[in-house]
């Protein structure tokens, strides 16, 4: 499970933080959202969503920091998403739910963007 669990985390990392520019180049005739990718966002909370991006910017942090070494990361990224209040099981059908939500995607990216602004 300890080894699934890491894909996931890396795998999520690199397409929710993708650059959106991939989504701006998609032709018009592209298929529309399925229902059940439609409506995915609605089996997680604002709360559980937020709880979600805030891990990601901790996750991304942890992944680009030189100074952790390899082994060591994927214990820190483990314990950065329960810090955030999710349990692995949660987190994971999150990220797979955006890999195939675009709109939950985008709220991920928005709220983890907010997270990541200086607080005033």
């Known amino acids: 499970m300890k080894a699934n669990y890491g894909t996931i985390l ?3 990392s690199a397409i929710l933080f993708a650059p959106v520019a991939m ?3 998609a ?3 592209a298929p529309a959202q399925t229902p059940e990718a439609s409506t995915a966002q609605d089996d997680f909370s604002d709360q559980d969503i ?3 991006a805030m891990a990601m910017v901790k996750l991304n942090d942890i992944q680009a920091d030189a100074t952790i070494a390899a082994p060591d990361k994927q214990a820190q990224m483990a314990a950065a998403v329960q810090q955030q209040g999710l349990d692995p099981q949660k987190f994971n059908a999150i ?3 955006a890999q195939s939500d675009p709109a939950l995607q985008q709220k991920i990216q928005s709220k983890a963007a907010a997270a990541q602004q200086p607080a005033q």
Do not use: R, V, Y
Request: proline letters at 7%.
């Open 10 to 12: 890396m795998a999520t």
């Open 23 to 25: 989504a701006q180049t």
């Open 27 to 29: 032709t018009p005739s």
């Open 50 to 52: 937020q709880k979600f």
């Open 95 to 97: 990220a797979e739910a």
